[in-house]
Nanobody
Framework: QVQLVESGGGLVQAGGSLRLSCAASGGTFKDYSMGWFRQTPGKEREFVAGISRSGNYMAYVDSVKGRFTISRDNAKDAVHLQMNSLKPEDTAVYYC??????????????????WGQGTQVTVSL
């Protein structure tokens, strides 16, 4: 059973940056593909970025390509999401997720086994 705890959310002006972190415990971190999702009220949870077990493969939703970077540190059991050039439409609750079945990048909500509690990101004009 993996526990995931996100941190790093907050309020930032448009054009600013935030770095989200997700600390994992209770499992062998390098055995999990990791992802970041986001959700706003009334909408489905959306894939933002994913990273393979090895950290060699990443994928992003089109709307964040060139602005967000996902990375992982298997020695410290952590995954990060560096968010630059933030826009008001990036405002959401951001969730970290772990998948134990697939080695590559995992894009779909239903494929993930474990979720964090979420961290709020608010981007103001």
């Amino acid at each position: 059973q993996v526990q995931l705890v996100e941190s790093g959310g907050g309020l930032v002006q448009a054009g600013g940056s935030l770095r989200l972190s997700c600390a994992a415990s209770g499992g062998t971190f390098k055995d999990y593909s990791m992802g970041w999702f986001r959700q706003t009220p009334g909408k489905e949870r959306e894939f933002v970025a994913g990273i393979s077990r090895s950290g060699n493969y990443m994928a992003y939703v089109d709307s964040v390509k060139g602005r967000f970077t996902i990375s992982r540190d298997n020695a410290k059991d952590a995954v990060h999401l560096q968010m630059n050039s933030l826009k008001p439409e990036d405002t959401a609750v951001y969730y970290c997720a772990a998948d134990r079945n697939l080695a590559g990048v995992v894009r779909y909500v239903h494929e993930y086994d474990y979720w964090g509690q979420g961290t709020q990101v608010t981007v103001s004009l």
